[in-house]
């Protein structure tokens, strides 16, 4: 059999292990940023029609996904999934999070409010997840204003480094792992 033969069966037989992450927060909060510092194929958004509501004559709403990926090793792939904010696209969210290992909400101290919708939300439907910020001098704050407990590991992160991202990644992976289950995918 020729070399490239058996390369090529090699790679089709070692099994890759895909993990989807969703990354929230609030807008301006680094969601884009964070996925394009760590994504190998650079960060790619793709705009999704949402049909307007109850007005026809309105054209659909356009919701932006922001998508990455980063293989962490040669078994490994992780799928980051940037959620959008707005309170209107809730049902978004809800789709991105079915089979996702965990999430990360990204905080600005002095925006805290917009993350409290996140954290509920992931709270509330099991997910682990995890909070990076740009100010660890003030985690009790933010835990207090969030509302979570000293199981949610809270991080700093610099959404522009390829290294504080990656390790805000590993962090969600090893909660993940060390807690809760992964929300189910659906059928």
Do not use: W
């Amino acid at each position: 059999m020729p070399d490239t033969a058996r390369r090529h069966r090699a790679a089709v037989n070692q099994r890759v292990t895909p993990a989807k992450i969703v990354v929230a927060g609030g807008s301006g909060m680094g969601k884009d940023s964070f996925i394009e510092s760590v994504s190998d194929v650079g960060q790619l958004t793709a705009e999704v029609p949402v049909p307007a509501s109850d007005q026809p004559e309105l054209e659909p709403d356009r919701v932006p996904i922001t998508f990455g990926r980063i293989a962490v090793n040669s078994e490994l792939v992780l799928y980051l999934f940037g959620a959008p904010d707005q309170t209107r696209f809730q049902f978004v969210l809800d789709e991105l999070t079915h089979g996702a290992v965990g999430a990360i909400v990204l905080v600005d101290t002095e925006h805290l409010a917009a993350a409290r919708a996140a954290t509920d939300f992931f709270e509330q439907g099991g997910m682990p997840y995890l909070v990076a910020l740009n100010d660890i001098d003030r985690v009790q704050d933010v835990r207090a204003a969030l509302r979570i407990g000293a199981d949610i590991p809270v991080l700093r992160c610099d959404v522009t480094s390829r290294e504080s991202t990656r390790q805000v990644l590993v962090s969600l992976l090893e909660h993940s792992l060390a807690g809760r289950p992964p929300v189910p995918a659906r059928a």
